[in-house]
C-alpha cells in the first residue's frame, strides 16, 4: 500500500513542469523544465533558483542525522565521497488548480552531483523557519512541526527500483513503531511517515499506470545542463544518474498539514536509512507562504477648528501565499486604528479603510500587519508599510485695517495738549488656524508690539491703543494749527500657521492718517 499512488493526478502530467529526466524545456511539452528556472522564464509561484555548491564548500560535520534539530546540526568546508558531493540544488512551487475549485501546492525539487558511481541517497528538506548555515559552522532556525523531508533513492543495478518517502517533522516520534513503519507511523525518532512508495509500484516518474502524487526520475543518458556544471570525469553535461528530479503535491499528501516553507535544503545521505548519516548539502531561501500590506491615502482637508489635517486611508492585506492565514491584526501606526479578520484564504485580498488626523502635513502613514497559520496560532507571518499622503498648500492669509482720531487732551499740567487714538481689526482669511498673532504699530519712526494671540479659520479680532505724538526736530514751531504735519500710523500683523508652523503676515503695513486740524475751505 502507498499513499505515493492515489486516485488524483499526477505530478509529471499536470502541465506546469516537466519531470522527463533532464533539464531541457521540451516545446512539446507543456510546462517548465529547469532550463526555465536557471534562465527566469518560468510560471512558478516561488523559487530558489538554481543554488550552486562548489566543492569543498559546505558538508555536514559527522555523526548529523535527519532526526536531530537544526541546531544539533554542524558544518565545516571539507570533502564528502564523490558520489555524494552535490554541485547544485533547486525546487520550484506551483499553485494547481484541484476539482474543488481551489489550488493544490506542487512543488518540484532537483539537484546534481559530481559522480555517478555509487547509489544516490538524496533528502530535500522544505522548512518553514528560515534556516543558514552560519559563519560560526552551526546553523539558525529549528525545526517546527510539520517541516517536510523527501527522500529519493535510487539504487544502481539492473532490477532495482527507486524509492521515495514523505515524512514530517513531528516531536512526539521518541522512536521508529515497528522495523517496517508503515504512513502514519512513526519511521524514526520526530519523523513522522507520511507516504511512500511500494515494492510493487515504483516511485520513478510515469513507471505507473496509476496517477501519482509523488514522483522521483533521473537521467539514463547524457543530458544537458543549463548551468555552469563540471562533472569528475571533466564533462560540462551531466552523465548518466547525475541528475535526478522529482515532485510532490504537498496538499493531496499532507491534507491540511501546513504548507508555508520558508528555506530549503538538499542533502546527500549515506544510505536509505531513515537514521543515515548526513553528507553533503545545498541550502537557499524558499519563501511560499507570505503577507502583502500596501496603504494609500488621499484627500487632505482642514478640521473645522483649522489645527488639523483629515485623511482618508485605505489598507488592503493580500495572502501571496498557497494556505489560508488566521486571525489578521491590522493597525494603523499613525490613526492608531486597529483592525482585525478571522480567516484570509490564498490569493484573497482584504480592505480597511478610515480617517486619519493629524498636525503634519503630508504626514507619513505606517501601518502594520500580523497574522497566524492557524487559528489561534501564534504569529508567523508579517508585514509593514508606509505611504505619505499628500500635501496640501500653506493657506495662510492674515489682513488687518487700521483707523485713527486726534484728540485734545488735558496734560498733566492742566492744559491742552493731543492724543492719538486708533483701532482695526485683524483678521485670519483663510480655513487653518494662525497662532501667536501680533500686531507692530509704528509712528513717529517708534514701534510698538500689541500681543492678539491665536485667531481661528474666517475669524477677526479688535484692537487699539493711543499715544501722544511728539514733534519732530525739523518742524519750526509755533505754527497755525491747519499747518501742523498729519500725524501717520502704519500697522502689520504676522503669526505662524497651527500646522504648517509656517510664517504668515498680513503684507505691507496698513497706515492710517489723523491732521490736527482740517484745513479750512
Not at 301 to 311: A, M, R, V
Not at 342 to 362: H, I, K, R, V, W
Not at 489 to 517: E, H, N, Q, R, Y
Amino acid at each position: 500500500m502507498t499513499l505515493f499512488v492515489v486516485p488524483a493526478y499526477a505530478v509529471h502530467e499536470l502541465g506546469v513542469f516537466e519531470l522527463d529526466g533532464d533539464a531541457a524545456d521540451n516545446v512539446n511539452i507543456d510546462g517548465d523544465d529547469w532550463q526555465n528556472i536557471y534562465d527566469k522564464t518560468d510560471s512558478s509561484n516561488a523559487t530558489t533558483g538554481i543554488i550552486a555548491d562548489p566543492s569543498p564548500v559546505s558538508i555536514f560535520t559527522g555523526g548529523r542525522k535527519d532526526i536531530q534539530d537544526i541546531p544539533q546540526w554542524g558544518h565545516k568546508d571539507g570533502s564528502v565521497p564523490d558520489k555524494d558531493d552535490l554541485t547544485n540544488a533547486y525546487a520550484a512551487a506551483y499553485g494547481v488548480d484541484n476539482t474543488t475549485g481551489g489550488k493544490d501546492l506542487v512543488i518540484y525539487f532537483g539537484a546534481d552531483r559530481f559522480a555517478n558511481v555509487g547509489d544516490a541517497y538524496i533528502g530535500f528538506w522544505f522548512f518553514q523557519e528560515k534556516v543558514e548555515a552560519m559563519p560560526n559552522g552551526s546553523f539558525s532556525g529549528v525545526h517546527k512541526d510539520g517541516d517536510v523531508l523527501v527522500l529519493i533513492d535510487y539504487p544502481q543495478g539492473a532490477n532495482e527500483n527507486p524509492y521515495a518517502a514523505l515524512l514530517v517533522w513531528d516531536p512526539t516520534c521518541n522512536k521508529a513503531d515497528s522495523n517496517d513503519p508503515q504512513p502514519e507511523e512513526c519511521a524514526a525518532k520526530n519523523l513522522r511517515l507520511k507516504a511512500e512508495s511500494s515494492d510493487d509500484v515504483s516511485a520513478e516518474c510515469g513507471a505507473n499506470d496509476s496517477d501519482d502524487n509523488g514522483c522521483a526520475i533521473t537521467n539514463s543518458d547524457t543530458t544537458d545542463s543549463f548551468w555552469p556544471y563540471l562533472s569528475k570525469s571533466g564533462a560540462s553535461n551531466f552523465p548518466s544518474e547525475s541528475f535526478y528530479e522529482g515532485g510532490v503535491n504537498l496538499t493531496e499528501l499532507l491534507q491540511g498539514t501546513n504548507t508555508c516553507f520558508s528555506s530549503f535544503m538538499a542533502e546527500t545521505r549515506s544510505s536509505s536509512s531513515f537514521t543515515a548519516s548526513l553528507k553533503d548539502f545545498v541550502l537557499g531561501d524558499f519563501e511560499l507562504c507570505g503577507i502583502d500590506l500596501s496603504k494609500t491615502c488621499s484627500g487632505g482637508t482642514l478640521s473645522q477648528t483649522g489645527d488639523s489635517i483629515i485623511y482618508n486611508y485605505t489598507v488592503k492585506v493580500t495572502n501571496t501565499g498557497f494556505g489560508s492565514l488566521h486571525d489578521i491584526n491590522v493597525k494603523d501606526i499613525t490613526a492608531n486604528d486597529d483592525y482585525y479578520q478571522a480567516l484570509l484564504a490564498a490569493g484573497d485580498t482584504a480592505e480597511f479603510s478610515g480617517t486619519l488626523e493629524t498636525q503634519t502635513n503630508g504626514v507619513l502613514n505606517k501601518a502594520s500587519v500580523t497574522a497566524a497559520l492557524v487559528a489561534g496560532g501564534t504569529v508567523e507571518i508579517n508585514d509593514t508599510t508606509e505611504f505619505k499622503c499628500p500635501t496640501i498648500p500653506d493657506p495662510g492669509i492674515l489682513s488687518i485695517t487700521k483707523e485713527c482720531e486726534t484728540l485734545i487732551n488735558r496734560t498733566s499740567a492742566g492744559q491742552y495738549g493731543v492724543l492719538v487714538k486708533y483701532k482695526g481689526k485683524v483678521c485670519n482669511d483663510s480655513l487653518v488656524k494662525i497662532n501667536a498673532v501680533s500686531i507692530t504699530e509704528n509712528h513717529d519712526s517708534k514701534n510698538s508690539t500689541i500681543t492678539v494671540g491665536d485667531i481661528g479659520p474666517k475669524s477677526c479680532q479688535d484692537y487699539n491703543g493711543e499715544y501722544v505724538p511728539v514733534p519732530p526736530a525739523e518742524e519750526n514751531l509755533p505754527l497755525p494749527a491747519h499747518d501742523v504735519r498729519t500725524f501717520t500710523d502704519t500697522v502689520v500683523a504676522k503669526g505662524t500657521t497651527a500646522i504648517f508652523g509656517l510664517p504668515v503676515d498680513s503684507g505691507l503695513p496698513v497706515s492710517a492718517d489723523c491732521p490736527l486740524c482740517v484745513k479750512p475751505n
